[in-house]
């Protein structure tokens, strides 16, 4: 110990201490402050409290931390100023009468250390006045926190890099929202250029036959004509008149003829209906949170999925529901998933069952079929982006996944009952509104 005493009493490193206190401490505790100066972490140091803030004392640790002799650092007036970072000076110097007012200042600059490095340092000013209240000097503790600001720096890098991958992921589920619903709108097509296909085929067929009817009936009037203006005698006038109708079988043209418009117009009338129900689904020219009927979007869903259901049964059993708030083409987007896992699930013939029922502040709609049914394995993970277990190229696999994101996005949940070879059954629970969403009922199956 006397050697360390010996060692930070050296030549090197006269700088003047505070005066020991007076009284019952003997001369060792000079010494004790030296060495207790000498290795604390922050450089203690003392200045005039004006002007140039010349410094009066700093502590011997100077060397350790900053490569610097104490008695170097005193020689130099200006020396705490000349070695601030230039960048940081302004915001010092702006602030620092401040220490007259509030008596204690702290900052944070970069200083520079003897082999040219700035080192971040954490200053605390303090401002020692006399029994007048009169400024005596300043006290201040220097610690190095370039490692703390290296660390701060790499975790705000780490920050931002987060940031950006959180973005960059939004924009990935932004992509994956819209690829699963250009696929929608592909089955869509698909299924409305089916049904739009059979009454315009109809329509079609019956204009061409109101064409060869008209001009019949238009040839009987010209042949009505000639006949009247070729003979006067009243008697042939109407045997021919007789022929010439039993010849263009006018009697079959009248009845056909209303029969072909009566058929036309219900083609005509379902080919509006189908593109209502398009409108119906896709809400157009309504975005955001509306009040709506869940039954009218199951009702859109369905009708323009008819084609899809050629082979099956639909039954509705449809409770009473009040009307909810919620974005309703996303919730028409899970109904046409469900429904549409429920059709590809059934291979040949069966059926799919819709039941709604209404429960406190919740609504919930259950979609039941009679398919293959999910094996048990599979069933965790029918939720995951891109699982599917059809064949590659039938289908994205974000149907389910994206209807989870939109059912959590309501504040609700999906839940799925499935027996392998029997069928599966997917329900969905919806608060009334979703902003003031009570605790939802009990839930009954696997989620």
């Not at 109904?335 to 013939?349: K, P, Q, V, W």
């Not at 709609?365 to 277990?389: K, M, Q, V």
């Amino acid at each position: 110990m006397t050697g360390q005493f010996e060692e930070f009493s050296s030549p090197a490193f006269s700088a003047p201490l505070p005066t020991p206190p007076s009284g019952s401490q003997d001369g060792g505790v000079t010494e004790r402050y030296r060495y207790l100066l000498a290795n604390t972490p922050a450089i203690i140091y003392s200045s005039v409290p004006s002007g140039d803030f010349k410094l009066t004392f700093v502590s011997e640790n100077a060397w350790r931390v900053l490569g610097y002799q104490p008695a170097e650092m005193l020689e130099d007036p200006n020396f705490w100023f000349y070695h601030i970072h230039p960048d940081d000076v302004p915001l010092i110097f702006s602030s620092l009468a401040q220490l007259f007012v509030e008596g204690q200042r702290t900052y944070e600059y970069r200083f520079r250390a003897a082999d040219g490095r700035y080192l971040w340092m954490h200053d605390t000013l303090r401002l020692i006045r006399d029994e007048n209240g009169q400024p005596v000097e300043v006290i201040g503790s220097m610690t190095d926190i370039t490692e703390r600001k290296r660390m701060e720096d790499a975790l705000q890098k780490k920050g931002e890099e987060q940031q950006l991958l959180i973005q960059q992921l939004h924009e990935a589920q932004a992509q994956l929202l819209q690829s699963e619903k250009m696929a929608s709108l592909g089955q869509l097509a698909a299924g409305m250029a089916h049904e739009i296909n059979n009454p315009i085929s109809f329509v079609s067929a019956n204009m061409n036959s109101l064409r060869n009817y008209v001009k019949t009936l238009l040839s009987v009037i010209e042949r009505y004509e000639a006949t009247w203006e070729e003979t006067f005698n009243v008697t042939d006038i109407a045997g021919q008149l007789k022929n010439i109708r039993r010849q263009a079988d006018v009697d079959f043209v009248k009845d056909d003829v209303s029969e072909l418009l009566a058929e036309s117009q219900d083609g005509l009338k379902r080919v509006k209906e189908i593109v209502q129900s398009l409108k119906d689904f896709s809400r157009v020219g309504e975005s955001g949170w509306q009040i709506v009927d869940l039954h009218k979007g199951l009702d859109s869903t369905l009708e323009i999925m008819a084609g899809a259901f050629a082979k099956i049964t639909i039954e509705k059993r449809y409770g009473k529901l009040p009307l909810i708030k919620c974005a309703a083409f996303d919730l028409n987007q899970v109904f046409l998933s469900l429904l549409t896992n429920a059709a590809h699930a059934i291979e040949d013939s069966g059926a799919i069952v819709i039941e709604t029922q209404h429960r406190g502040d919740w609504v919930a709609l259950s979609i039941r079929d009679t398919g293959c049914g999910i094996a048990p394995d599979h069933l965790e993970h029918i939720f995951e982006p891109f699982f599917t277990t059809r064949p590659v190229g039938s289908g994205t696999g974000l149907g389910l996944s994206l209807s989870y994101g939109i059912v959590q996005k309501h504040h609700g949940r999906i839940e799925v009952i499935s027996t392998p070879g029997s069928g599966s059954t997917f329900t969905v629970w919806l608060p009334l509104d979703p902003e003031h969403s009570a605790t939802s009922p009990e839930r009954t199956s696997h989620e």
